[in-house]
C-alpha cells in the first residue's frame, strides 16, 4: 500500500450495526472485570465494548481495508473514550464509524509503519450521540523501504 492510497481512506465509512446491552453479559463483563455489579453499563469500558462489537467489520476485514493481515502484527495504539450519556443496560445502541486520520512513519528501530485511527459513535435510540471512542491500530510494513 502506498503512503497516498493509505492517505485516501481517511473519511471511509464502516458499516456500523447496533448492539443490546443484555443484562447477562453486562453482569459477565463486569464480573470478568471484578467491578461491582451497582456499576451496571454505565462502566466506560462498555462504551469500546460496544463501539467495537458493532463496528461492522471484524478485526480482519480492517486489517484487510489497509492491506494487512494479523500475521503483520498490527498493534493497538491510543485510545480516548468520551461519554456523555452512560450507557444503560437493557437499552440498544446503534454504531457508526469513520477513518479519521492515516499517517506513515519511519522508526530507527522499527523500520515503516503506518497509525490509523478511526472513531466510533454510540447512539441511543433517539439517535442520540451518548459516547465516543477514537482509537488507532499501528501497522508495521516491514519491507516496505524507509
Excluded at 486489517?63 to 480516548?80: C, I, K, L, R, S
Amino acid at each position: 500500500m502506498t503512503e497516498d492510497e493509505l492517505t485516501a481512506l481517511v473519511g471511509t465509512r464502516m458499516p456500523g450495526g447496533s448492539r443490546t446491552l443484555e443484562k447477562w453479559w453486562v453482569t459477565l463483563v463486569l464480573d470478568a472485570m471484578e467491578c461491582s455489579p451497582e456499576d451496571g453499563a454505565s462502566h466506560p469500558t462498555f462504551v469500546f465494548l460496544v463501539a467495537t462489537g458493532s463496528m461492522g467489520w471484524t478485526w480482519n476485514e480492517l486489517f484487510d481495508v489497509f492491506h494487512a493481515t494479523e500475521a503483520d502484527g498490527p498493534m493497538f495504539g491510543e485510545t480516548n473514550t468520551t461519554v456523555h450519556t452512560p450507557l444503560q443496560t437493557g437499552e440498544t445502541y446503534t454504531v457508526r464509524g469513520e477513518i479519521v486520520s492515516a499517517a506513515r512513519k519511519t522508526g530507527k528501530k522499527t523500520g515503516v509503519f503506518d497509525i490509523v485511527g478511526y472513531r466510533l459513535d454510540v447512539l441511543d435510540a433517539q439517535a442520540e450521540l451518548v459516547a465516543s471512542t477514537t482509537n488507532s491500530i499501528v501497522f508495521p510494513r516491514r519491507g516496505e523501504a524507509a
